[in-house]
């Protein structure tokens, strides 16, 4: 067993589901099944939460049996994100809380600034505080010294599908924070990917657009359940060292030598 | 003639409309009930934009909805033809085809969509590709803003408002009965007030929205509108702008008037329309031509699309056992989500021609 811990609970599953997207309800439930994800995002921002209008779907996303993690996409302010964990934690019953501050329109970047303040505020309030951040390692670091446990930055901008932008700022994120949750949030275009960031070490991987918009989303859920399976199996088992020259498997001597020859002609 | 059958139908929306008209037109006695004011509807079918484009929808559903809208992209102009025989004003329809376009940022948006068609479509995708010049030639007033469109052949959009108040008039004409602010109730026995409703060979449920109460698994989805006026830009087709984040359109309607939409929000709640989505549907109309900047709103609209987890639509057929003297044939047709205009002929026909079955006293489900 090699568990995904996140405030203390233990989860088989390293890929974390958003809800959004999807051609219908139905098309979001299958994706869910078939990617054997046990903790789904969703946000209620423009559902009007104060009056349950999104309830419908709620009950149905709480069917599946997954964790839920409620997300505060849409705030661009420290006050609106704050009093939307507030009504999250209280509809969902989970001190839960994916934390989004958007600092930029178009491509949605975090506001590093209000995140770090934001996340100070839910966690005095007693919140579990999952930060979705970029990729810099000071940001990520003030996370850390304001409460948040676990850390969510980007692999590149929300819906991008560019996969990891930048590398050698993720690679520098899990060496000097060996000990903390990592999870990609962001960009995640294809299995490939995403896989590839289990392989560089990091705990899971978020993503919805690319399950939800694919042609057949269930298929597309199955299939990056699969490829961070292998991503983390093969982080765990230890890749090999790139090298410079090729290294025959089997050794040279004992291999008749008028194969070399063949070959030349 | 075949045997004249007597129906009532719950719900004046544009099924319950559609399916009025063409049963009196077979010589059929209807009875139709609303909860409401049918001439001041609520229903979904005010609000929406009324485009029939198969094409474009099956992007974001499956291509059981695209032979369906297909089907109905044949049924509209004959029926239209026949509505319009006695009308003072034609109901505008034009199939000019639809365009698709993406700002040169969001080019990958409009390459998605192409794929999309693609899969979904294989060899019926007739969808076009676009360079400026002829982007020019068939809309100028947006040319100048885009550098590629995709031009979706056939598309056809109508005056759904004007459609809803013509069909009235139809039935009316035709001999049906209407009855505003009767609800009927379906628990599952179709009820009016106390009284269980008798002496029908068949009852539909109309409703929409309206059966929630009693179909749990239906749902209300969100959508906002917005319309405007000017004429300083004319459009002769509906253009839809595809944004990573929003994919709305523009359909042109008659007196210079433009409706913009729509949001879609998993959401029950029909209060007014945002100020986010107002930022959005004015972003999207100021995009494709600044002039629009000093159109006048005329109108904003915000309403629920009655919809089924799989987001299709359904017809079920039940015979529910009655305190009246005879069990009542009960057809419920719902769930046509963003899809009305372009389903709800294709589904009406089918209807038609099933009724030998839902009127049969010897049929239990179908």
């Given amino acids: 067993m090699d568990p995904l811990k996140l405030y203390g609970e233990n989860f088989s599953s390293r890929l974390l589901l958003g809800t959004a997207l999807y051609p219908s309800p139905q098309a979001m439930l299958e994706s869910i099944e078939a990617s054997r994800c046990e903790i789904v995002t969703l946000g209620l921002r423009r559902q009007n939460p104060k009056d349950r209008d999104g309830a419908q779907i709620w009950e149905a996303i709480k069917g599946t049996g997954c964790r839920l993690l409620p997300n505060t996409a849409g705030c661009k302010t420290v006050k609106e994100a704050v009093n939307l964990a507030e009504m999250s934690r209280e509809i969902f019953n989970t001190p839960w809380i994916k934390l989004e501050v958007v600092g930029d329109d178009y491509n949605l970047q975090p506001d590093p600034f209000g995140l770090v303040e934001a996340a100070q505020e839910l966690v005095k309030r007693g919140f579990k505080v999952l930060p979705y951040c970029t990729d810099d390692l000071v940001l990520c670091q003030k996370l850390l010294s304001v409460g948040c446990e676990v850390l969510m930055p980007w692999g590149s901008p929300i819906g991008t599908g560019q996969g990891l932008l930048n590398k050698y700022n993720l690679r520098t994120l899990r060496e000097r924070l060996p000990n903390i949750p990592l999870i990609v949030d962001a960009g995640i275009g294809a299995p490939s990917q995403a896989c590839e960031a289990m392989e560089m070490g990091f705990d899971a991987v978020l993503l919805n657009t690319a399950v939800a918009k694919a042609q057949q989303p269930a298929l597309m859920a199955q299939a990056f359940g699969n490829a961070i399976d292998a991503g983390r199996a093969a982080y765990s088992a230890g890749l090999m060292q790139k090298r410079q020259t090729a290294s025959p498997s089997t050794p040279v001597i004992g291999q008749p030598f008028w194969h070399q020859q063949s070959r030349q002609q | ?366």
């Fill in chain 2, 1 to 366: 003639m075949p045997q004249q059958l007597s129906i009532a139908i719950a719900g004046a929306g544009l099924v319950g409309r559609l399916l009025s008209w063409r049963l009196l037109r077979l010589g059929h006695k209807v009875q139709l009930f609303d909860d409401g004011d049918p001439q001041h509807s609520r229903s979904a079918a005010h609000t929406a934009a009324a485009m029939i484009s198969p094409l474009s929808e099956v992007v974001v559903s499956e291509r059981s909805i695209y032979d369906m809208g297909v089907s109905s992209l044949a049924i509209w102009p004959r029926w239209l033809e026949e509505l319009n025989v006695s009308a003072p004003t034609p109901v505008h329809y034009a199939a000019p085809g639809s365009l698709v376009v993406a700002h040169p940022a969001d080019m990958a948006e409009l390459e998605q969509f192409y794929a999309d068609l693609r899969f979904h479509l294989g060899a019926d995708n007739n969808a076009r590709w676009l360079e400026r010049r002829d982007l020019y030639d068939m809309e100028p007033d947006i040319a100048g803003q885009f550098d590629r469109a995709l031009y979706l052949p056939d598309e056809a959009y109508l005056d759904n408002r004007h459609l809803l108040a013509r069909l009235l008039e139809e039935i009316q004409a035709l001999g049906g009965a209407c009855f505003a602010h009767h609800p009927v109730n379906f628990m599952p026995e179709a009820t009016l007030g106390e009284q269980a409703l008798e002496g029908f060979d068949c009852i539909f449920d109309c409703r929409g929205m309206g059966a929630r109460q009693s179909q749990k698994d239906l749902r209300g989805v969100r959508g906002e509108v917005l319309w405007a006026q000017t004429d300083e830009v004319q459009l002769r087709h509906p253009v839809r702008l595809m944004h990573p984040r929003y994919k709305l359109y523009i359909v042109p309607k008659p007196g210079n008037r433009f409706i913009i939409g729509a949001t879609e929000i998993e959401s029950q709640d029909r209060s007014p329309v945002s100020v986010q989505s107002m930022l959005e549907l004015c972003s999207a109309l100021y995009t494709l031509n600044p002039a629009f900047a000093e159109a006048r709103i005329l109108e904003l609209d915000a309403n629920l699309r009655p919809s089924y987890w799989h987001n299709l639509p359904l017809i079920e057929h039940e015979r529910v056992p009655s305190a009246g003297a005879k069990a009542q044939n009960i057809v419920r047709i719902n769930g046509l989500y963003r899809h009305g205009y372009l389903l709800a002929p294709t589904l009406v026909e089918d209807v038609l021609a099933r009724l030998p079955d839902f009127t049969h006293p010897q049929t239990d489900t179908v």
